[in-house]
């Protein structure tokens, strides 16, 4: 799993040091993963545990340039129920984002902007620690975080089928004090980097676009969480309009093929990043490309 890490290697494009993190795991239910995909497919992927769940990486990316320092989602955090730490395998050591960055010389109060791709408890749980006080605050006390208005909206009044998976504990605190800046529709959010917007897994799911002209990374979120959902029907159970999922998923990757995009795989337990091919008009993940992987440190 370490394989890929370049001895201090750092990919920069559009005048960001880029770097992925990695936030430790989350099992879910193989079967919610896959969808409609039949377990005697996707098992060949991933493998499940005794519990049918696969075991998926939290990564995160890290922008440093611009006199910015961005980061983009913060994995499951750590304000977890013994309860909920088993059904989703969340462990009581579970890395998180603040212990993750500090191997990266980063701060706290050195993160100028949280962008949260949703609001879903695997990507915003970070979002907020508890103070010694007991109250909720932003985790990221100096950053501002970035969220589209239309996510915001939809998981404050989610639907029956999805509302476990927006916390309002995750989002809240940070609207209280004021760091939520809410974003309509796609556009440049910072110099370089632009945002694409997603409907069919959620509402309102921006897709951040990190690109020079000459190199492009793209980390789509749960629109392709693992190497395993490039195939445009391989969608997950809990996408919220499945067919709207293989459109855009469809477009985003054919994108993504033509100009040799770096695709930044948020969930896959494996891989990192990879390119994108096409073979006989479908969609596959190309061979895995280097990128740092810096947290936990593999090495000194
Ligand atoms: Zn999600």
Not at 23 to 29: H, M, P, S
Not at 56 to 63: E, G, N, P
Not at 75 to 100: K, L, N, P
Not at 192 to 221: C, F, K, W
Request: charged content about 25%; glycine content about 10%.
């Amino acid at each position: 799993m370490l394989c890929l890490t370049l001895e201090g290697g750092t990919m920069e494009i559009a005048g960001y040091e880029v770097e992925v993190v990695e936030l430790g795991t989350v099992a879910l239910d193989g079967g919610a993963m896959f969808g409609v995909v039949p377990r005697t497919l996707w098992q060949k992927q991933l493998e499940p545990d005794a519990l049918n769940r696969v075991h998926l990486a939290l990564r995160v990316l890290l922008l440093r340039g611009h006199g910015r320092c961005v980061l983009v989602d913060t994995g499951v955090g750590a304000s977890w129920s013994d309860r909920d730490r088993g059904i989703y395998g969340i462990e009581a050591g579970q890395t998180v984002a603040h212990r993750a960055l500090a191997g990266l010389g980063v701060a706290p109060d050195d993160v100028t902007d949280v962008l949260l791709t949703h609001l879903h408890f695997d990507h915003a749980g970070g979002a907020v620690v508890r103070a010694e006080d007991g109250a909720l605050a932003p985790a990221f006390p100096a950053a501002r975080y970035h969220v589209q208005a239309a996510n915001l909206a939809w998981a404050r009044a989610p639907t029956e089928r999805d509302r476990a998976s927006y916390r309002p504990d995750d989002f809240e605190p940070l609207a209280r004090a004021g760091c939520l800046v809410e974003h309509e529709g796609p556009g440049e959010l910072f110099e370089g980097v632009r945002v694409r917007v997603s409907n069919g897994h959620t509402t309102g799911l921006q897709i951040p676009v990190v690109s020079d002209g000459a190199t492009t990374l793209i980390y789509p979120a749960d629109l392709v969480p693992t190497r395993a959902h490039v195939p445009t029907a391989w969608g997950m159970a809990y996408d919220l309009r499945p067919l709207e999922v293989m459109e855009e998923k469809k477009a985003l990757l054919e994108e993504a093929a033509q100009g040799g995009w770096i695709v930044v795989y948020e969930h896959d337990p494996d891989v990192a990043a990879t390119r994108i091919a096409v073979e006989g008009g479908r969609l596959r993940a190309a061979d895995a490309v280097d990128v740092s992987r810096s947290s936990p440190r593999s090495r000194p």
